[in-house]
């Protein structure tokens, strides 16, 4: 079935990193863009970053420029979220996202926690 599964969340420190990965499953992956978003406890869900279908074109928010890239392997069909020098305002549950046209597919998340 169409499926997004995201994994390598967990507890870090201040100034760590993690990498996160979402496998995609059901789906014609390479024809998807992918972006992966956050949400953090009072909030409301917000785009991290993006690629295109290719991984030609990368986009992030200014938030987390400089700390976070995004990339993708069309052949394993997984998009990969490397985040260093991690904030406590990083903290959120982290969803991915494929993208075609109007249709989007989701993921269940996984927990970022930056803490000390």
Same mark, same amino acid.
């Given at each position: #079935? ?7 969340? @967990?507890?870090?420190? *201040?100034? @760590? ?10 789906f014609t992956f +390479?024809?998807?863009?992918?972006? %992966?978003?956050?949400?953090? *406890? !009072? ?11 290719? @991984?030609?074109?990368? &986009?992030?928010?200014? +938030?987390?420029? !400089? ?6 392997? &069309? ?8 985040? &260093?020098?991690?904030? *406590? ?14 249709? &989007?597919? %989701?993921? #269940? ?5 930056? +803490?000390?």
């Amino acid at each position: #079935q169409v499926q997004l599964v995201e994994s390598g969340g @967990g507890l870090v420190q *201040p100034g @760590g990193s993690l990498r996160l990965s979402c496998a995609a499953s059901g789906f014609t992956f +390479s024809s998807y863009a992918m972006s %992966w978003y956050r949400q953090a *406890p !009072g909030k409301e869900r917000e785009l991290v970053a993006g690629i295109s279908s290719t @991984g030609g074109a990368t &986009n992030y928010a200014d +938030s987390v420029k !400089g700390r976070f890239t995004i990339s993708r392997d &069309n052949a394993k069909n997984t998009v990969y979220l490397q985040m &260093n020098s991690l904030k *406590p305002e990083d903290t959120a549950v982290y969803y991915c996202k494929a993208a075609y046209r109007t249709y &989007n597919i %989701w993921g #269940q998340g996984t927990q970022v926690t930056v +803490s000390s």
